[in-house]
Nanobody, 130 residues
Framework: QVHLTESGGGSVQAGGSLRLSCTAS??????????MGWFRQAPGKERERVAV????????FYRDSVKGRFTISQDNAKNAVHLQMNSLKPEDTAMYYC?????????????????????GGQGTQVTVSP
């Protein structure tokens, strides 16, 4: 059974950096394309996709507002996906969630957040002060 666990959130001032980690357990091999992504939800706002990575092919996708500041990467040895967040802004404040889409038929970039499952992840809070 797949389970995802997020860690690494915290509070920083604007311009600071944080690194989020999502550790996966229970993953099996044999699929052509698995997508893992980071999503966030700020109070009073809808959840949005932040960054996605094809953990088989390595291709990455970002929402426009984080391009050049955030980097999603994978650590196959640890079954983990990381989100390095630099130059953080107050508008990045949100609960960040990790989710996965296993056995995707198409490029990871075409799937919206509804296609991803959290597999038990509870999220990690990121707070950026001005």
């Amino acid at each position: 059974q797949v389970h995802l666990t997020e860690s690494g959130g915290g509070s920083v001032q604007a311009g600071g950096s944080l690194r989020l980690s999502c550790t996966a357990s229970g993953l099996t091999d044999g699929r052509d394309r698995d997508c893992m992504g980071w999503f966030r939800q700020a109070p009073g706002k809808e959840r949005e996709r932040v960054a996605v990575i094809d953990i088989v092919g390595g291709r990455t996708f970002y929402r426009d507002s984080v391009k050049g500041r955030f980097t999603i990467s994978q650590d196959n040895a640890k079954n983990a996906v990381h989100l390095q967040m630099n130059s953080l802004k107050p508008e990045d404040t949100a609960m960040y969630y990790c989710a996965a889409l296993l056995g995707a038929q198409y490029s990871c970039g075409v799937y919206g957040l509804s296609s991803f499952l959290p597999y038990g992840g509870q999220g990690t809070q990121v707070t950026v002060s001005p």
